[in-house]
């Protein structure tokens, strides 16, 4: 248990790209359920994600291996991704994730627009669940799982009470594997205590979306299954448009329905379904990422990228701030952590540009260099 809410730090596995130098995503999972529970639908072989991008499925605080701390503010659960990318010299990176992992999305890239190319929300998204049926039904299985007496339990017996008392086998699966049943006596390897407190709340965290967490400008992907008790096509859709207005009249392009015939817990974990399209589903996220995802949230698409001049926050080097130059996004996805930049302002002997235009090494920007 992390002590100060600052303190928290992130784990997460590592899946290496097929290619050399990619830039990242990063992946963020369901509420109790370990991130790592991705990994074999990223690492299939038809699975094309991993052509374009290295891939982080990473555990928000109080799940899998990262920190507990019992704080689910969402500012708190952004200021940790954010932390882990400048642990992990992540300079920009794509940002998704599953149910209420995607809402943690959705918040972190609207808090952070110079950190992030793109967003994907897939069974989730900026929508309150407070009023859904299949909130309340996950929430009350928090409820019985915060409440089981362990100490009067060996592991059999508790992992015997899941089964009998969570009636959807799904959600039983994944709260079995949350419990540590290698010692005497069973614990929890996520913070389960925090989880109930949190739903407890009139306005839990884990389950409404507030307008002070903004909107997302750039590109964005969004995919719920048709017959979903999270995301319900004939209403949810809205919010949607209010936090990503470039959805807007873009259905079923990048905001589309997935898996129509299929029905039960399972229209949730679409990605695991046996009998389901699960490829057409990896596809649709890889065409996203090839041809949409990648530009500042300023472009139309990558087609605009270099044509156009972007503004540069905050001043050049020569005043000591980390950014310095026009559209270093432009040169390499990484930028503050590699040489690319430099070798490149090398080989043009010149210091920024913009559509058709080189600046002389010197003349940054007028007034003092700063904008």
Known sequence: MAANTHDVKLKGTFMKGRQVDLPTMIWLPELTEPAKNFQPFFAKKENKVLDCRNVWLLDYRNQGESDHHDSYDMEDLTADIIRFMDTNHITMATIGGHGFGAKVAAATASANL??????????????????????????????????????????????????????????????????????????????????????????????????????????????????????????????????????????????????????????????????????????????????????NVLLADKSEAGWFFIPDRGVDYNTGTRHGEYNPEHVHHNYLYTDAYEVSREARGKEGASSGQFLPVGQFSPEDKQF
């Open 114 to 295: 110079n950190r992030f190319t793109g967003v994907i929300q897939y069974e989730g998204g900026p929508v309150n669940h407070r009023y859904h049926e299949a909130w309340h039904e996950f929430a009350s299985y928090v409820e019985l799982a915060a409440k089981m007496n362990l100490n009067g339990m060996d592991g059999s017996q508790a992992l015997r009470h899941l089964d009998t008392n969570i009636s959807c086998a799904k959600w039983a699966s994944i709260f079995k594997k949350n419990l540590d049943v290698e010692s005497s006596t069973p614990s929890w390897k996520n913070n389960m205590t925090a989880l109930y407190k949190n739903t407890r709340k009139f306005e839990p965290d884990t389950a409404i979306w507030s307008e002070s967490y903004g909107l997302w400008p750039g590109q964005a992907l969004a995919i719920f299954a048709a017959n979903s008790k999270w995301i319900h096509l004939s209403t949810n859709t809205l919010p949607f448009y209010n936090v990503f207005p470039r959805l807007e009249g873009q259905f079923p392009q990048m905001i589309n329905t997935h898996a129509a015939d299929l029905e039960g817990p399972m229209t949730h974990w679409m990605h695991e379904d046996p009998n389901g399209d699960v490829w057409r589903l990896s596809q649709r996220m890889w065409r996203w990422l090839r041809w949409h995802d990648g530009a």
